[in-house]
């Protein structure tokens, strides 16, 4: 059974940072394109950063030089470095490994200006 938990958000300040983790059993989490999605309410869920087993990273422009994603696959995890917050990065942030595609449950990031 494919498990992904994810964990870190939170409610923080305008300027602040979270780090979300994404816990993966089930997988052979090396061999899988990991990555991390946001959905906004009323909006589509987005791509927000992906990384591949290779560490090739790709972001979406808006969290471009704010946001950094990494992956520990001696520990079957993949974390998102979120850096100078905004209210408009409020969002369900989900965890997703590609290809197949698997979810987590999502975790809530709220910003307060």
């Known amino acids: 059974q494919v498990q992904l938990t994810e964990s870190g958000g939170g409610l923080v300040q305008a300027g602040g940072s979270l780090r979300l983790s994404c816990a993966a059993s089930g997988i052979i989490f090396s061999i899988y394109t990991m990555g991390w999605y946001r959905q906004a309410p009323g909006k589509q869920r987005d791509m927000v950063a992906t990384?591949?087993?290779?560490?090739?990273?790709n972001y979406a422009d808006s969290v471009k030089g704010r946001f950094t994603i990494s992956r520990d696959n001696a520990k079957n995890t993949v974390y998102l470095q979120m850096n100078s917050l905004k209210p408009e990065d409020t969002a369900v942030y989900y965890c997703a490994a590609i290809g197949p595609s698997y979810w987590g449950q999502g975790t809530q990031v709220t910003v307060s200006s």
């Open positions: 990384i591949t087993s290779g560490g090739r990273v």
